[in-house]
């Protein structure tokens, strides 16, 4: 093959492969617009016994965590992290590559992986967002304080009764329609019945889970592992400790950092309990919503944590950017824009008469390799 250079060794950026990316956005925003629609709508009200001690707790005025300080703290802290995380952590020139590594490639893959990182954020709070409003409006499960809220006429129970064994046996409750309620706007009969599950515990535990996934793969804070096949001298034994170099715990600092925003999540979540806006529950529910649709948006654009070395995976080819089709492994092709060729097949003139390969950011080795001299010296 003959020479090319640098700039040709890069491949295009396809409007087409663009177009598609754009069009994942759409629908991810979409997906939130159709969770937007169920929040719109009128859930469908339980009927409920009016000695229920369980929806008879006091109505709290001023939440713990608002709806306000939850879109900030789930939803924009983990953007801004994000993009400033791509902006700083991933390798400048000083990296493996050194001066050959354009300052174009560099900057093609911080904005690469800026666009994974919002993309994997968005489908996560999209998702928990259409997921548990659909819910609510289905279920429409009374909160702990509907009675409270509800400040019920109890002159008109037979009026309201739709069943329970209570004005044929002494005892038995009688469940009531929530129109027994003398206050009967939105605070009660839209938010009053949208107990399950808890949105605050499903989007901070989506943003705030997504999260920390995210700066444990860009931190490599990650359980120390062993490679799936052995390495000759591979052993246990006090005489050759090669084995035990192979993997060591990250830093605490490092774990610390990583974790610290899924326990602002469990304090949001909790807070929905001492508030007495939702029960265990649906708080418990909420939350395994959040983690569920955190990890799908992970790894639809992350590599595994353990041995991704902090990377997204790549775009797709231009030529599989709306369908991958039969017969082919993966949705990554050649004409990807990240594709980083061969050293043989990428190389150019430096001037002098010889060729040089092209150093693509992608030839940037994702972890380091032991020096085979000293390894097995190592305790």
Request: some cysteine.
């Amino acid at each position: 093959m003959g020479p090319i250079s640098p700039k040709g060794a890069i491949a295009h950026i396809s409007k087409l492969l663009v177009l598609s990316y754009i069009i994942d956005w759409i629908f991810i925003i979409g997906v939130a617009l159709i969770g937007y629609g169920f929040y719109k709508q009128d859930p469908n009200q339980r009927p409920f016994s009016l000695t229920d001690p369980d929806i008879s707790f006091p109505f709290t005025e001023h939440e713990t965590v608002s709806t306000a300080t939850l879109v900030l703290v789930s939803v924009l802290a983990p953007a801004v992290i994000i993009i400033l995380g791509a902006a700083l952590l991933i390798p400048g020139t000083a990296a493996v590559g050194g001066p050959t590594v354009s300052r174009s490639q560099l900057l093609r893959r911080k904005f690469w992986e800026w666009n994974a990182g919002w993309m994997g954020l968005a489908l996560a709070l999209a998702g928990a967002w259409m997921a548990t409003q659909g819910l609510k409006t289905l279920m429409g499960k009374p909160r702990p304080d509907l009675l409270a809220r509800c400040n019920p006429d109890v002159k008109k129970i037979a009026e309201y009764a739709v069943g329970g064994l209570g004005e044929r046996l002494a005892g038995a409750p009688v469940l009531v329609d929530w129109k027994i309620c003398r206050e009967q706007g939105y605070n009660l009969r839209v938010d009053g019945f949208s107990s399950f599950p808890s949105g605050h515990s499903s989007l901070s535990f989506a943003g705030l889970g997504y999260l920390t996934l995210w700066l444990a793969a860009k931190l490599s804070v990650g359980f120390p592992y062993l490679p799936q096949f052995p390495v000759e001298g591979d052993d246990y034994s006090d005489e050759r400790t090669s084995v035990r170099t192979r993997g060591a715990a990250p830093p605490v600092l490092l774990m610390i950092l990583a974790f610290f925003p899924t326990a602002v999540a469990f304090f949001i979540a909790s807070s929905r309990w001492f508030n007495f806006r939702h029960h265990g529950f649906d708080i418990i529910c909420g939350a395994i919503i959040g983690i569920f649709f955190a990890y799908i948006g992970m790894r639809m654009y992350h590599l595994p944590i353990q041995r991704g070395a902090g990377w997204a995976w790549g775009p797709r080819g231009s030529r599989r950017a709306f369908v991958r089709g039969i017969g082919f492994p993966s949705s990554l092709g050649t004409d990807s824009w990240t594709y980083s060729r061969k050293e043989k097949d990428a190389q150019f003139f430096n001037g002098s008469g010889h060729t040089e390969p092209v150093h693509d950011v992608e030839n940037i080795p994702m972890q380091e390799q032991p020096d085979e001299a000293t390894a097995d010296e190592r305790v």
